[in-house]
């Protein structure tokens, strides 16, 4: 089945340093990856996809490339602010009759000190 | 963007109640509505995919008896949650995917809502 393995939190970092959150996959087929972004009290946000291999996601600062042969979509940001402190989703939609299903990792919990 | 309103946000009620929660998309046409459901410090689960005027397809393990969805129109998917019971207190969580009309562009992006946090007594 599909699966979605982020690393565990949380995650706490002082203000400007660079940031990591792993996350890979196991799917059949040519999965499309997300990262979702819940700020407190939210609802889930899209904050970056790919839809194929080698495709790089980029929005706010972070960015993720859709690796295929080590199956993982790694998230990245240069220099964290406070302001992005919040819990990170790595999904994957599988496509064909999962059409439009999301599975998701476990979520991590960032947060960012001044 | 698309904004997902979801109500309650938060509930408690007595064991053996039935709680009803609506999902709704304010500014586009869902045809297909997910429902989620969050354990502490764990993921997402899906629950079931709601659908347009049709009834909703469940995934393995969730009681459709249990959980009533309804889908009556294309902005508006409700989940009933029957005769609820203590552990059913969690996080409920409903997505819509902005539909594009053609599967070839369609715009595979779920919208979320805030989440429904329940507590059963």
């Known amino acids: 089945g599909n699966s979605v393995t982020q690393m565990e939190g949380p995650v706490t970092l002082s203000e400007e340093a660079f940031l990591t959150i792993n996350c890979t996959y196991t799917?059949?087929?040519?999965?499309?990856l997300f990262w979702y972004v819940q700020y407190p009290g939210e609802g889930l946000q899209l904050l970056l996809k790919?839809?194929?291999?080698?495709d790089k996601g980029s929005n706010k600062g972070f960015e993720a490339t859709y690796r295929k042969e080590t199956t993982s979509f790694h998230l990245e940001k240069g220099s964290v602010q406070v302001s992005d402190s919040a819990v990170y989703f790595c999904a994957l939609n599988a496509g064909g009759t999962s059409y439009g299903k999301l599975t998701f990792g476990q979520g991590t919990i960032l947060t960012v000190h001044p | 963007g698309a904004v997902v309103s979801q109500h309650p946000s938060w509930v408690i009620c007595k064991s053996g109640t039935s709680v009803k929660i609506e999902c709704r998309s304010l500014?586009?046409?869902?045809?297909?509505m997910f429902w989620y459901r969050q354990f502490p410090k764990q993921s997402l689960m899906l629950m079931a995919t709601s659908n347009e005027g049709s009834k909703a397809t469940y995934e393995q393990g969730v009681e459709k008896d249990k959980f009533l969805i309804n889908h009556a129109s294309l902005t508006l998917s409700t989940l009933t949650v029957t005769s609820a019971h203590p552990e059913d207190s969690s996080f409920y969580i409903c997505?819509?995917?902005?539909?594009?009309?053609?599967?070839?562009?369609?715009?595979?992006?779920?919208?979320f809502g805030a989440g429904t946090r329940l507590s059963v007594l």
């Open positions: 997505s819509a995917r902005d539909w594009a009309g053609d599967i070839k562009v369609a715009k595979n992006i779920q919208y």
């Open positions: 799917a059949t087929g040519y999965p499309s």
């Open positions: 500014d586009f046409q869902a045809t297909t």
């Open positions: 790919a839809t194929k291999a080698d």
